[in-house]
Structure formats: C-alpha cells, structure tokens
C-alpha cells in the first residue's frame, strides 16, 4: 500500500475557513474515487465528502453547502475546501481512497474550530 499525506489542518475562529490537501506519491490516485474522512475522539470515522476520477462529488449532510472537494490528479493532489467552519467539525480529518485498498491510511491532520 502506498501512503496518502494530509496537511492544511489548524485552529480557527468559528466562520472561518481553511483548505486541507491529501497528497498521493502513485499515479494510481488519478483512477481512484478519493473521500475525506473526520475522525473525532470517541466516535467513529465518518465520510465528509468523495470525489470520482472524473470529479463528481458527494457531501454528507452536515457539510454540504459549506464544504468542498477537489482533486488534480496530474498533482496526485486531492483538496478539501472548508468554509463557514462549525465547533463540531473539530477532528482530524483523514483522506482514503473509498472502495479499493491502493492506500494505507495517513496521519491525518487536525482542525480545531472554536466558538
């Protein structure tokens, strides 16, 4: 498996926005439907937002309208655009690719939304 890298994770006042990005070192990236993860303490991981490799999107509920995916793969780079942040987006977010095992899971990173 190769490894995905999150980065773009921090603190921010609550309205704020931030833009987290999931860099992939295969060129496998391109033909896999990519998603964003949000993992908070306690709970388990759930789905934020998925992208194709041709780019259609999907967004859960509690994060449509403010959120946004994106993906270039001749970058091998997926974005998460986070707008309108809410305390309960706070969590490390995590990027996978969804219905195949090409990736292991990263690091992730964290963000942090005060009220």
């Known amino acids: 498996q190769v490894q995905l890298v999150e980065s773009g994770g921090g603190l921010v006042q609550a309205g704020g926005s931030l833009r987290l990005s999931c860099a992939a070192s295969?060129?496998?990236?391109?033909?896999?439907?990519m998603a964003w993860y949000l993992q908070v303490p306690g709970k388990q991981r759930e789905l934020v937002a998925t992208i194709t490799s041709g780019g259609s999107t999907t967004y859960a509920d509690s994060v449509k309208g403010r959120f946004t995916i994106s993906r270039d793969n001749a970058k091998k780079t997926m974005y998460l655009q986070m707008n309108s942040l809410k305390p309960e987006d706070t969590g490390v977010y995590y990027c996978?690719?969804?219905?195949?095992?090409?990736?292991?899971w990263g690091q992730g990173t964290q963000v942090t939304v005060s009220s």
């Open positions: 996978k690719d969804l219905g195949s095992y090409f990736f292991s």
């Open positions: 295969s060129t496998i990236f391109s033909i896999c439907t």
